[in-house]
């Protein structure tokens, strides 16, 4: 190990330069070949390469070696080619223009100091026809777009160069029609939103506190137009309105953009949500009034029926047993009937004759789930039938009973007999 450490170390002495690392010797493929190298920093731009070492020493010892890359020995190479000029130049490598790149420098304008990227064979073709070429930005050599366009808000004759937003920019001096401050605007921006038709010519805060009916795009007597403010909906920052209930008079706070979606599809009432709410329910039920009659349905043979075809006086009975469907059998509601009480689970009603659509009363019968009883068959409980039958009865006859006795409480006594006993 140390008889090839000491071979490296003999084999890179002559290797002596800043840019290169004697350190990193290693075997690597370089154009296909594979050669000994080291690694190169570039003093220009910071890129590590690996080089062969054989052409290394064969730089060091032409003595055309300087450790810059390929590229920044050709900007170097443009430099030189740039002709002496009155200004400064700041080279800047390759830049990008358009759908090319090439060798940029930056100049500054002789006239108002804005900096200006040139191509670099651009600036030195000027150089080579005028040695005594100034450069000047675009809107020094182009004075067409200094022209200020036409609004009531602009005053023209402000146009001056000054800096703003961190940069020298063309400002003109722009009137609020609102508080009537004037404020500076940059040129290129006040061109911009003129175009796209948002310029208005108000300030901020008049933007912001004091929002015209104009913006909002409608009037409503349940909004407040005058105190329409900047606020926040739910965490956003927005324009916000006013809007009064007409139902309940509680007032919230809704934004424009709702306001004018809802304008938009013709659902703006100026109603709360509690109230619209109601509001709905009873168009609804007055809807579903006009709807026919619902009629009831078959299923499986069996009559089933909903609410909407239960009478009043047995809605009670109806609420206890209905199903998850919304709806119940027309045979359990009528013995549910005839009985006074709800069927329970287990109670199950039976068609004597055998048609599942008659739902006469002389025709059904009550039995028990899987209970076998005398005189039944699988269950069908004859008896049972006769002993529910038996105590509606009784109960009815107790209840009318009851009724007549209340009745001849009411009745007025007898006169007493005025004629003495013989």
């Not at 290797?15 to 154009?31: E, G, Q």
């Not at 890359?69 to 030189?80: S, T, V």
């Not at 001056?160 to 961190?166: A, D, P, S, V, Y």
């Not at 805060?205 to 913006?215: D, V, Y």
Request: net charge positive; aromatic share 4%; with cysteine.
């Amino acid at each position: 190990m140390s008889g090839i450490r000491l071979a490296m170390k003999t084999e890179t002495s002559d290797l002596t330069h800043p840019s290169v690392d004697t350190k990193s010797l290693v075997k690597a493929v370089i154009n296909g070949r594979t050669c000994t190298s080291v690694s190169v920093t570039c003093p220009c731009c910071g890129a590590v390469r690996r080089t062969p070492v054989g052409v290394l020493r064969a730089q060091l010892r032409a003595g055309g070696f300087t450790g810059r890359c390929a590229a920044c020995a050709r900007n170097q190479a443009e430099k030189l080619a740039v002709p002496p000029a009155l200004f400064p130049i700041e080279f800047l490598g390759v830049r990008k223009f358009g759908n090319s790149s090439t060798h940029a420098a930056r100049t500054v304008c002789a006239s108002c100091g804005l900096p200006r990227v040139w191509q670099l064979s651009a600036l030195r073709s000027r150089l080579e026809e005028d040695p005594a070429f100034q450069p000047l930005c675009r809107e020094c050599t182009e004075p067409r777009k200094l022209r200020v366009p036409e609004h009531p808000a602009v005053r023209p004759d402000s146009l001056i160069r000054m800096l703003i937003h961190g940069a020298q920019q063309y400002c003109v001096t722009v009137a609020c029609d609102g508080c009537g401050t004037d404020r500076w605007v940059p040129l290129g921006a006040l061109r911009r939103q003129i175009k796209t038709g948002a310029f208005t010519g108000r300030c901020k805060s008049c933007r912001e506190k004091h929002l015209t009916r104009l913006e909002l795009g409608f009037n409503h007597a349940s909004i407040d137009h005058e105190r329409i403010k900047r606020g926040e909906i739910r965490g956003i920052a927005c324009s916000v309105a006013p809007v009064t209930c007409p139902i309940c008079a509680e007032e919230r706070w809704v934004a424009l953009s709702d306001l004018r979606i809802q304008h938009a599809s013709g659902k703006f009432t100026g109603r709360c949500r509690r109230c619209s709410l109601v509001a709905s329910r009873a168009t609804l039920a007055k809807h579903r009034a006009t709807l026919p009659p619902a009629v009831p349905r078959l299923n499986a043979g069996y009559r089933e029926i909903p609410r909407s075809c239960v009478p009043p006086e047995d809605i009670w009975l109806f609420d206890a047993m209905v199903s998850k469907a919304k709806t119940i059998l027309e045979h359990r509601l009528v013995y549910a009937k005839l009985l006074g009480r709800p069927l329970r689970t287990e109670e199950r009603v039976d068609h004597r004759n055998g048609q599942r659509a008659d739902n006469a009363p002389d025709n059904l019968r009550l039995y028990l789930t899987n209970l076998n009883e005398e005189g039944s068959c699988s269950g069908a409980g004859v008896f049972y039938d006769e002993w529910q039958r038996a105590e509606a009865r009784a109960a009815r006859a107790e209840q009318r009973l009851a009724e007549l006795e209340a009745q001849l409480l009411l009745l007025p006594s007898p006169p007493k007999s005025s004629q003495p006993n013989e």
